[in-house]
């Protein structure tokens, strides 16, 4: 987001009602809204977005052209009395998101300003490595002219795509319904549809919050932007997307673990052999030089190899090392598990050193 220029703030949780009657969505809610009211009767909600807030604090705050565009974001926790409550992150009623919202002078710069963000948006899904879509939107209640969505495609998805297969364009069904859209509008191929989890959303919102808060310069309305990235939604549909039967996977860049070192096991003769502090050695170089904190030492050594090579599997654990009895060799060594690749080696120190060291440039691993 700081390569796009945008600057990271904090926006309260609670909302007062009069914020969201100025833009009209304290009644165009309906019971999506999470209401409490003060000791003084106020009225407040718990912000499903902050649109009226970010635009009430530029407009507090008096922008000047110079300052334009202007991108502010925030990764915060929302709240949303969801219909269809799951169990799990992919639709709960509290979950954290990423929302930028963005000031422009006219239309043409927030046009410019809006494809800039969608693709620093893809950008990071790309990062993850992920399969994801970016399809043609309906506004709904956040307003605006132009919206389009990120999806994950993925069979226990809520929303259908309709994709087409020759171009790569694609939309949400609730568009190809509006438009009456059978074929694809770019080659006329016949639209296929595709379930998918929706992970990020982009509103051109024109001025619809800046009217209503009155925030212009020279007598003209900012043009605004809003883009959400669900972060907590991000996670679950990934391992949804990416899992196994036997194997939970994170995309390797947010993986909360990146390594798992399994030592001996209690009253074996590599325990008595004392290469447990092998383990432990190792895990602390990988800790401190390359992964910082995402190095965890499985030492719970009453049980055995195979059952904790297990439970690191389900737990998402991308690489395992297991010290065994060939830590004892003249020139110790280790199994390296690469867990989703299903594959494993026999590498020394230096060799596991190196082996992490090339996985790191490929997946910018800490960035
Ligand atoms: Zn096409």
Not at 20 to 31: C, D, N, P, V
Not at 126 to 134: A, G, S
Not at 188 to 202: M, P
Not at 307 to 327: C, S, T
Request: hydrophobic residues 35%.
């Amino acid at each position: 987001m700081e390569a796009i220029g945008a600057q990271r703030i904090l926006m309260p949780s609670m909302v007062h009602s009069s914020l969201l009657q100025k833009s009209g969505r304290w009644t165009q809610y309906a019971r999506e809204l999470f209401r409490l009211k003060d000791r003084n009767d106020e009225d407040y909600c718990l912000a499903p977005t902050h649109e009226e807030v970010v635009t009430g604090i530029v407009k507090h705050n008096t922008v000047s052209k110079k300052q334009l565009p202007l991108f502010l974001y925030q990764i915060s926790n929302k709240f949303r009395d969801e219909i269809r409550h799951k169990k799990g992150l992919l639709r709960a009623k509290e979950f954290i998101m990423k929302d930028l919202y963005t000031f422009d002078l006219d239309e043409l710069s927030a046009q410019s300003t809006y494809e800039n963000v969608c693709e620093s948006y893809s950008r990071i899904f790309k990062r993850l490595k992920l399969n994801f879509k970016k399809v043609k939107a309906t506004t709904g209640l956040i307003g605006g002219k132009v919206s389009h969505e990120f999806h994950l495609l993925s069979n226990v998805g809520e929303d259908t795509l309709m994709i087409c297969e020759s171009c790569g364009y694609g939309c949400n069904e609730d568009i190809e319904v509006e438009m009456k859209l059978k074929l694809c509008p770019y080659c006329n191929n016949q639209l296929v549809s595709q379930k998918a989890i929706e992970v990020g959303h982009s509103f051109l919102l024109g001025t619809k919050y800046t009217e209503p808060f009155e925030l212009s310069i020279d007598n003209k309305y900012l043009e605004m932007g809003c883009f959400g990235l669900g972060v907590s939604r991000i996670l679950a549909a990934a391992v949804e997307v990416l899992s196994t039967e036997n194997q939970m996977r994170f995309p390797l860049l947010i993986a909360p673990y990146k390594v798992s070192i399994i030592t001996p096991k209690k009253g074996s003769n590599e325990e008595k052999n004392n290469i447990t502090q092998f383990g432990e050695d190792l895990a602390s170089h990988l800790s401190d030089n390359m992964f910082y904190d995402d190095v965890i030492i499985d030492d719970r050594s009453h049980l055995t190899i195979g059952r904790r090579m297990n439970d690191n599997k389900l737990w998402g654990i991308p690489y395992i090392v297991v010290v065994g009895k060939k830590a004892l060799n003249e020139t110790p060594k280790v199994e390296m598990i690469s867990a989703y690749n299903n594959e494993s080696f026999e590498m020394t120190q230096s060799e596991i050193i190196d082996y992490f060291n090339r996985v790191r440039n490929l997946n910018e691993v800490n960035e």
